[in-house]
């Protein structure tokens, strides 16, 4: 059975969910999107990637033709039309179509809105949470903020895929992303900690993107007593960390361990980590907006 789509103010079988060739998501990746969960008929700080995604949308000068509320509407009602329990949404907003020249201003119809909602994702297969992720850092470096900021969640996604494609061939997990100074930044999908002398250590939002996953780790962390901490480091930092883990809403908390070949902490997942794993497990399944 399909699931709907909305589309432009429309509610869509999928098959019929359809865009022009002329739209510059598609041909420049002109548009942003989110990422958000949904457990147990709620859906986890939906009112964050809400305001995260116009947060997005302002950075690129696109306006979304509806208000936030408006717009948050949109998301609960496309998961009842999809009888959501648990699953993934994806709002996408586009510059609309336009002409195959770049410029802006040439997509005069205005943006194309986009709301998927299925049940489940599953980034990684259960025995990953239970053994551990293994990762190898990547030769292509994160696109530094004086390029673009790390913030916007834009449709263009070329350089993580880069590092996608060359962790696959290596046949890691994922890729680890280095920034343009050699501090590590974050992972192709993922926000990236170690755990060090009792605390989680994570880089600096200034170089990869503010994961609302990763903002939910720290939280945690504080009101478990551990001691969390926002600052750059190094990939012998991760070598030689005790645990590490990656953060993100489709991967929720993944603990890593290895990296590059070398073995982090016992080479399982370790104490803080799964702490963290569980505590957001309680979080997310009992706490959200009511879809119903």
Known sequence: MEIAVYLDGKFLPESDAKITVFD?????????????????KRVFKLERHVERMYQSAKAIDLKIPHTREEFTELILETCRRNNIVDGYIRPIVTRGPG???????????????????????????????EKGLRLVTSSYRRV?????????????????IMARVEANQYGADEALLLDINGFVSEASADNFFIVQN????????????????????????????????????????????????????????????????????????????KQLMKAFRDLVTTTGTPIY
């Open 24 to 40: 510059h998501g598609l041909l420049y990746g002109d548009g942003v999107f989110e990422g958000i969960r949904a457990y147990n």
């Open 99 to 129: 002409d195959l020249g770049l410029d802006p201003r040439k997509c005069k119809r205005g943006p194309t809105v986009a709301i998927i909602a299925q049940p489940g994702i599953t980034l990684y297969p259960k025995e990953k949470y």
């Open 144 to 160: 530094p903020p004086q390029s673009l900021s790390p913030s916007i969640k834009s449709l263009n996604y070329l350089n993580q």
């Open 198 to 273: 009792h605390s989680v250590i994570t880089p600096p939002t200034s170089t990869n993107l503010p994961g609302v996953t990763r903002e939910t780790a720290l939280e945690l962390a504080e009101k478990l007593g551990i001691r969390a901490e926002e600052k750059p480091f190094t990939l012998y930092d991760v070598w030689a960390s005790a645990e590490a883990f990656i953060t993100g809403t489709a991967a929720e908390i993944g603990p890593v361990v290895e990296v590059d070949g070398r073995t982090i902490g016992e080479g399982k997942p370790g104490k803080v980590t």
